[in-house]
C-alpha cells in the first residue's frame, strides 16, 4: 500500500484542509482565551462553565453528526453535478438542526441540575460545590440562546464545505471567534462601562458570536446564488425530499447521528469518572482540555479534508484513486500529528500557569497536556480511519468502530480504575488512553479491506 504522494497531492490536501485547521485553529485558540479569562476569576467559576461545556459538547457533536451524515451525500452530489441532489440534502439538513435543537433544548433544560451534580466531587476543601452550581446553572441559562444559531450555522458552513468550500466558513468562524474574544473581554471583567458579569458574560458573548457567525455565512451563500444553485427557492419548498431520497440519506446518517451522540455522551462519562477524584480533577481536565482543542485540529482538519476529497473522488467513480488516496492521506495525518505533539508537550511546561489556581491542579494539568501530546498519532490514524469509512458511506461500521467501542473498552476501564481502585489520576487517564492502540489496528485493518470505497449517488 503505497503511504507517500506526489507534491501536487499534498498540495491538493493542504488547499482543503488548511482553511479548516485555521477556522477551527483560531475557534478554538479563542476558545482557550476564553477558558483562561474564565479562569482567572477563579476556581469555581472556571470548573462551573468547564462542567456546562461538557454537556453542551454532547449537544454539539449531535449536531456534527447529524449533518455530517447528511454532508456525505452532499460531496457526493455535488462531485457528479447534481443541484437538486444537493438542495434535498440542505433541506435535509436544517429540518434535522431544528429537530435536534428541540430535543437537545428540552433535556438540558430539564435534566440539566442533575447532570451538572454528577461532576460534583469535594476533595481537600479545593473548590466549592455550592458555588460551582451556581455559576454552572447561570451560565446554562444563557447559552440556551445560542444553540439553535450554532445549529444552523453549521446547516451553511458543513454543505459549503462538502462543494469544496472551506474558505468562507472560516471567514465566518474568524469574525465570531473575535467577536467572541472582544465580548469575552468585556463582559467577563466590565470594561468600557458594561458590568462584570463573570461567567455569565462569558456565555453572553458566546452567544452574540454564534448569531454573527450564521448571520455572515447564510448571507454570503443567499448573494451567491449563481455559483451555489441549491440555495435558490432551498426554503419555499422546505419539506419537499423525494422520500427514496430522504430514506436513502436517513439510513446512512441515522448511525452517524446515534453514533456521535453516544461517542459524545462517552466522553461526558469519561470525565465523570475523572471527576471522582474531586473538583481539583475538574479543573485540571478544564486547562488540559483548553490548549489540547487547539492542538486537536490538526487531526480534526485532515478528517474533514480526507471526507471530502475521498467523498467527491468516489461521487466521481474513481474507486481506485479513492483507495489509493485514503492511505497517503491516513499517513499524512499521522506525520502532522506527530509534529502538533511535540509542539503540545513543550506547552505544558507553561501554559497551566496561567490560571488562577492552585499549584497542585496546575501540576496536574501539566501531566494530563503530556499525556495527550504523547497520544496524538493514535488519536490522528483512528481519526482518518473512521473519515475514510465514512466517505464511502459505511456508516454502521463507523458507528460500531467509534462509539460503541468508547462504551466497550473506554468507558468500563476508565469506570474501573475510578470505583474499583485508588489509582491516581494521571496514571489512570494513560490508561484509558493507551486502550486507542486497539482502536488503531481495528482501522487499519478496515481500511486494507477497501470494502468501505462505494460510490452512493451512482
Known amino acids: 500500500m503505497k503511504l507517500i504522494g506526489e507534491r501536487k ?67 457526493q452530489y455535488y462531485g457528479s453535478g447534481d443541484d437538486e441532489g444537493v438542495r434535498c440534502t440542505f433541506r435535509l439538513q436544517v429540518l434535522t438542526a431544528l429537530l435536534l435543537t428541540i430535543v437537545g433544548t428540552a433535556v438540558l433544560w430539564v435534566f440539566g441540575e442533575p447532570l451538572i451534580g454528577l461532576y460534583l ?106 455559483r451555489f444553485a441549491f440555495i435558490r427557492g432551498v426554503y419555499r419548498h422546505l419539506f419537499r425530499i423525494p422520500g427514496p431520497v430522504a430514506g436513502r440519506i436517513i439510513v446512512k446518517a ?64 474513481k474507486i481506485a484513486q479513492a483507495k489509493e488516496d485514503a492511505a497517503k492521506l491516513a499517513a499524512f495525518s499521522v506525520v502532522v500529528c506527530v509534529i502538533t505533539g511535540v509542539l503540545m508537550y513543550v506547552t505544558s511546561y507553561f501554559f497551566p500557569r496561567i490560571y488562577n489556581t492552585s499549584d497542585d ?9 503530556r499525556i495527550t501530546a504523547l497520544c496524538m498519532p493514535l488519536y490522528a490514524f483512528t481519526n482518518a480511519a473512521y473519515f475514510t469509512l465514512r466517505s464511502g458511506g459505511k456508516t454502521v461500521i463507523t458507528f460500531l468502530f467509534d462509539s460503541c467501542f468508547v462504551w466497550a473498552c473506554s468507558v468500563p476501564v476508565a469506570y474501573a480504575l475510578a470505583h474499583f481502585t485508588h489509582m491516581p489520576i494521571l496514571p489512570m487517564y494513560a490508561c484509558v488512553q493507551m486502550v486507542e492502540l486497539v482502536k488503531c489496528l481495528i482501522g487499519w485493518r478496515m481500511m486494507a479491506a477497501g470494502s468501505w470505497a462505494q460510490n452512493l449517488t451512482a
Not at 491542579?361 to 497536556?369: D, V
Open 121 to 226: 466531587h469535594s476533595d481537600s476543601g479545593i473548590g466549592s460545590v455550592e458555588m460551582t452550581m451556581r455559576y454552572a446553572k447561570e451560565y446554562l441559562l444563557i447559552m440556551f440562546a445560542g444553540l439553535l444559531p450554532f445549529a444552523m450555522g453549521q446547516v451553511y458552513a458543513n454543505t459549503l464545505r462538502s462543494t469544496g468550500e472551506t474558505v468562507i466558513p472560516m471567514y465566518a468562524g474568524l469574525a465570531a471567534v473575535f467577536i467572541n474574544l472582544a465580548g469575552n473581554y468585556i463582559l467577563i471583567y466590565g470594561k468600557f462601562g458594561a458590568p462584570a458579569m463573570g461567567a455569565a458574560g462569558a456565555a453572553l458573548a458566546t452567544v452574540i458570536s454564534r448569531f454573527a457567525e450564521l448571520l455572515f455565512v447564510a448571507v454570503w451563500t443567499h448573494r451567491n446564488s449563481d
Open 9 to 75: 497531492f499534498y498540495r491538493h490536501t493542504m488547499l482543503v484542509a488548511l482553511p479548516i485547521m485555521i477556522q477551527n485553529g483560531i475557534t478554538n485558540l479563542v476558545g482557550m482565551l476564553d477558558n483562561v479569562m474564565v479562569g482567572r476569576i477563579g476556581t469555581d467559576s472556571m470548573s462551573g462553565v468547564s462542567i456546562v461545556n461538557q454537556l453542551l459538547f454532547v449537544f454539539n457533536l449531535c449536531i456534527f453528526g447529524g449533518l455530517a451524515g447528511i454532508g456525505i451525500f452532499t460531496a
Open 361 to 369: 491542579i496546575r501540576a496536574m494539568a501539566a501531566g494530563l497536556i
Open 254 to 317: 441515522l448511525p452517524l447521528l446515534i453514533n456521535e451522540a453516544l461517542w459524545s455522551g462517552g466522553m461526558a462519562v469519561l470525565n465523570q469518572c475523572y471527576s471522582v477524584r474531586g473538583l481539583s480533577v475538574v479543573a485540571a481536565t478544564n486547562i488540559s482540555s483548553s490548549i489540547s482543542n487547539v492542538f486537536n485540529v490538526s487531526f480534526i482538519a485532515m478528517g474533514s479534508a480526507i471526507a471530502i476529497i475521498l467523498g467527491q473522488e468516489l461521487g466521481a467513480g
